[in-house]
């Protein structure tokens, strides 16, 4: 009996885990380096954090970030090529642990051109 009472609260936390583990929206902050031909974008949860709602945008509108982890909804296609055409791959993606929240905050640092026109939206 003691075994079905285990294998019970593994389903419940698995469950639960599962519910929490939602898209959170991206912020992406652009800092630039001077004297060079490009600049470091991060993207990072917003603050307050807010999930991304898939009855607001469908899912062929959001661009899926590190894992699944961050996301960012887009209102056309043209405005989510350009993105997607800057922020390709991350140069390196982290969890970093901030003592305001609970928890670890995922962060993804990309290496953008600065020859390339960058949308609004990444500005």
Do not use: C
Request: glycine share 8%.
């Amino acid at each position: 009996m003691r075994k079905f009472g285990w294998i019970g609260a593994a389903l419940v936390v698995n469950g639960a885990s599962s519910v929490m583990g939602q898209e959170r929206e991206a912020s992406l902050v652009r800092l630039v380096v001077p004297g060079s031909s490009f600049d470091i974008m991060l993207a990072m949860p917003k603050n307050p954090t807010t999930t991304v709602d898939l009855g607001w945008s469908p899912d062929a509108l959001v661009l899926h970030l590190i894992g699944g982890e961050l996301a960012i909804p887009f209102e056309n296609f043209e405005t989510m090529f350009e993105a997607m055409n800057v922020l390709r791959s991350p140069v390196g993606a982290s969890h970093v642990y901030d003592l305001r929240k609970v928890g670890a905050q995922p962060v993804a640092l990309y290496v953008v051109p600065r020859l390339m026109e960058t949308p609004a939206k990444l500005n």
